[in-house]
């Protein structure tokens, strides 16, 4: 990682005690907790406030949060809508607003090139000039990068690949069939969105998240934080690295609540295949795995569900609500179609809903393991690094807005501490 | 999930299992594993095959014998039936990947096994292997798997260890997933 950067000794750079990196919502959180707890500090970001909320997401998004549930350290949702979701205008509205109300110097429009350990802290390079801090938080978000496989390279010229950050509406897309790669949240969002335009919408599905918008009358994020699984932390899950890396569930923010799984999709006409497996020439490979996967999603689901009703007896909610509706089983398709011949001209487009990760290149410190991810033990990276936003960071939440008060809170409890002490010794780079 | 109070024994040591998982993470080139077989024609279509020794943990290893397979084809297929077909051990490879993930999950999730019995069937339409028809293909294109298994689980909780079984089998992966296949001659 830290190859070809240039460490120039004596530079002049301001100083500050703490430098958070972006201004989205859990740099905002982190920005909150600072100043209560009297530390200075400043956020830097690269564009403007809730800057990828507002160049990397689709035209239609909306967060898969109800309205009630978006809120961040002081400042719960106060519109005329609790039960709705936040489309992308109304979110920076929400973000920006918060951010009139930080006491800490904002500088948009800078860019950080590069953080090294130096002097019991951090020198923080960025192209309109250089920090020395004691300590600093990463608030870059999880998914600055689309993770797109390498076949990706091998498509023939004629299909246009592009990833969701470079997606906004359907129009965009040449007229004929899309492959959508990816039946998380964003696939199967951009799978409805497509096939409702007309292009008709080929799906591979691998290992998926199946959740109901809403249970017995009420939205499900509304079951999973009452019933406390939103605050699961992370020394308290058994493995740890698979719950990091679930997958987000199939889940819809709209108008109208409604559900959006394989089900809903295969209503409406988008076929189902299985994961995408390979490309030999111009033949598209997918997993004979479909049913297995559709089984084990449904197995989670009915499990999940049980579990919220045996806690809608156990805290008095049970006579309250609507009686449990089972759900349907995932019907798939009884043989998937295993291959594709791209040359037959029947996907125009293939579009990479496989996942995102974080952007850590101008990172450069021992801190990452063999395979390039950021090692950090519930956000605490290295003494005075920290790191916010990042999936199952300290608690199931920690990758949702309302998941950053939490854990801005407990982070800088520890950056105060890391403070304190360093203070005394000079604290090193260990 | 189960009210005996006896120890769950399904005679897998998932200890092991997980203690090679976690040093393995640290050492991950000695988690690369090459599996080897060697085949003899024997005649006709008999042939016999041998497997003994593969690559793993950074060296060769070593089976504690040597095990030899008779393959041949049924006499409907005008042969002298010496052994199974390959693909029937191909069936007797998924049986045996998909039964030892059932133990290795129960164990895992303090399930007691009393008993797993899988059926395993491949369809196959044999124009493709005689070339009669290019649009036939050579291998299965279906294959089911039937799993009767008598635990101390409820019937949820053992269909989830027959779905945790395949996410984490070789063979259904084989199976399900393309391969880079080179075959060459010495």
């Known amino acids: 990682m830290s190859a070809g950067h240039q460490r120039p000794l004596h530079r002049p750079a301001r100083v500050v005690t703490t430098v958070v990196i972006g201004a989205g919502h859990a740099g905002l959180a982190m920005s909150h907790h600072l100043a209560q707890r009297g530390i200075d500090h400043v956020l830097l970001e690269r564009g403007e406030v809730a800057n990828a909320w507002r160049n990397e997401r689709w035209e239609s998004l909306r967060l898969l949060t109800p309205n009630w549930q978006c809120r961040l350290p002081g400042q719960a949702y106060a519109g005329p809508e609790p039960e709705g979701f936040m489309g992308m205008a109304e979110l920076i509205a929400f973000l920006d607003d918060y951010a009139r109300g930080l006491s800490a110097p904002l500088h948009t429009g800078t860019v950080v090139k590069t953080v090294w350990p130096a002097d019991g802290g951090y020198r923080v390079v960025t192209d309109r000039g250089d920090w020395r801090c004691r300590a600093v938080v990463i608030a870059t978000g999880a998914c600055q990068l689309p993770a797109v496989p390498a076949m990706a390279a091998a498509l023939p010229p004629w299909v246009e690949s592009l990833t969701p950050h470079a997606y906004r509406r359907p129009e965009q897309l040449p007229p004929g069939g899309v492959l959508v790669v990816g039946a998380s949240a964003t696939g199967v969002q951009l799978a409805d969105e497509i096939q409702r335009s007309g292009r008709p919408v080929t799906l591979a599905v691998g290992e998926h998240l199946r959740m109901p918008r809403r249970y017995r009358g009420r939205d499900i994020q509304w079951w999973l ?4 699984m939103l605050d699961q932390r992370f020394d308290e899950v058994d493995d740890l690295a698979r719950a990091r890396r679930q997958p987000s569930p199939q889940l819809l923010g709209s108008v109208e609540p409604q559900d959006l799984d394989l089900n809903a999709l295969s209503e409406r006409g988008v076929r189902l295949v299985g994961r995408l497996a390979g490309l030999a020439g111009t033949r598209l490979q997918f997993s004979g795995s479909l049913a297995m996967h559709a089984t084990a999603a449904d197995l989670k689901l009915v499990r999940l569900l049980e579990n919220l009703d045996a806690w809608a007896i156990a805290h008095d909610w049970h006579d309250a609500l609507p009686a449990p509706e089972p759900l349907p089983s995932t019907r798939v398709p009884q043989r998937p179609c295993l291959g594709l011949d791209l040359a037959g001209g029947e996907i125009r487009t293939v579009l990479w809903a496989t996942g995102f990760k974080p952007d850590f290149s101008w990172l450069d410190a021992p801190v990452f393991d063999a395979r390039g991810r950021l090692r950090h033990d519930g956000g605490v990276v290295a003494p005075g690094l920290y790191a916010m936003g990042l999936p199952f960071m300290r608690r199931r939440k920690s990758g949702a807005i309302h998941g950053a008060d939490d854990d801005a809170r407990d982070l800088s409890l520890h950056l105060a501490g890391w403070l304190a002490r360093a203070g005394h010794r000079h604290g090193s780079f260990a | 999930m189960h009210t005996a109070t006896q120890p769950i024994d399904n005679g897998v040591n998932v200890t092991a299992l997980l203690g090679a998982r976690e040093v393995l993470s640290q050492a991950p080139a000695a ?16 042939s016999r095959i041998a497997v003994e ?4 943990l950074g060296e060769t290893q070593r089976h504690r014998s040597r095990s030899t397979f008779e393959a041949d084809h049924p006499e409907v297929f005008a042969a002298e039936d010496h052994g199974p077909t390959p693909v029937e051990y191909v069936l007797v490879g998924l049986a045996a990947c998909l039964t030892a993930g059932v133990a290795a999950v129960a164990q895992h999730r303090d399930i007691q096994l009393h008993s797993v019995k899988a059926t395993v069937e491949g369809d196959m339409d044999i124009q493709g292997i005689l070339g009669m028809d290019p649009d036939v293909r050579n291998g299965f294109d279906d ?8 635990a101390d689980a409820s019937r949820a909780d053992i269909e989830a260890l027959v779905a945790q ?3 984490r089998s070789a063979v259904y992966d084989l199976l399900t997933n393309p391969t880079h296949v080179k075959v060459a001659v010495k």
């Open chain 1, 225 to 228: 934080e009452h019933a406390g």
């Open chain 2, 31 to 46: 988690a690369r594993f090459t599996w080897r077989a060697h085949c003899d024609w024997v005649r006709g279509t008999h």
């Open chain 2, 53 to 56: 020794d593969f690559h793993g």
């Open chain 2, 143 to 150: 294959i089911r798997v039937m799993f009767e298994i008598d």
């Open chain 2, 165 to 167: 079984s395949q996410k």
